[in-house]
């Protein structure tokens, strides 16, 4: 099928383009890579008047140091994420989790902040955002505000951006020497996971100091498996250790049933995936 009919703009300033989405309210779509929008218009899924291609503006592309965070341009496509310097030293668990997704194609034309807006439970950078504390910055009409990553993912794909609003950055707080891990379970190659686990941890004199965890395709959005962290916080970094605090991997947890696997099936692979990542993170991290 070929997409509905609609009109094309490509603003080169993020104020043109929030005044086209204030013009055009509901009748309006964002292009970021369109990795996402482009298979919707196709199947007619959406049928928007206006589309509003943010390829244009420079401002929304590239990584940054920020003093105590890394700031990632919200257009910045997946290729430059994962193999900016930035990343890999202070925020290893997205380089990690960008190195899986999708396939080289998708990584090159597809963005940063494009993945995370389009919200999908199933997709590969939710759970480590969630894991790394993210905070995204949006603007709109009355300025810019700033979300956390755990108020961001609002429900199946639904974001805290309003219609009128767009993302443009993504502020990473530095994890500098932490080891990081993602676990990803497909059936066939570049496929979104039937579930993932995003690992990252702190070690110290053979202890687990700290350690964030982000599911995937767990629920309706990314999640963090916080009783696993609350139990391995202050535990030594074995694999006896890991493997009794992973057993809590699912706790809050309510996947789906598909195609792919149970919710059952689901709730019991996500606690191998998780052992498989927490050890990954803290070996990494010189356990």
Known sequence: MIPAPFDY???????????ALQQHGDDAKILAGGQSLLPVLRMRLNAPELIIDLGRIDSLRGVRDDGDAIVIGAMTPHSVVGADPLVAEHALLVAKAVAHLADAQVRHRGTFGGALAHAD??????GPARALDAQFVIAGPAGTRTVPADDFFVDLF???ISEDEILTEVRIPKHTGWG???EKMVRVAHQWPICAVAATARVEGGTI????IGLANMGSTPLRARG?????RGQPATEDA???ACGRAAEGANPPSDLNGSAEYRNHVVTVMCRRAVLGAVQGAGA
Do not use: K, M, Q
Request: zero cysteines; charged letters at 25%; hydrophobic letters at 50%.
């Open 209 to 212: 100091a700290d350690i964030a």
């Open 242 to 244: 890991v493997r009794a």
């Open 228 to 232: 696993v962290e609350e139990a391995l």
């Open 180 to 182: 990081a891990h993602h």
């Open 158 to 160: 639904e974001t805290a």
């Open 121 to 126: 439970p199933a997709g590969d950078l939710g």
């Open 9 to 19: 703009v490509a603003p080169s300033s993020v104020e043109e383009a929030l005044a």
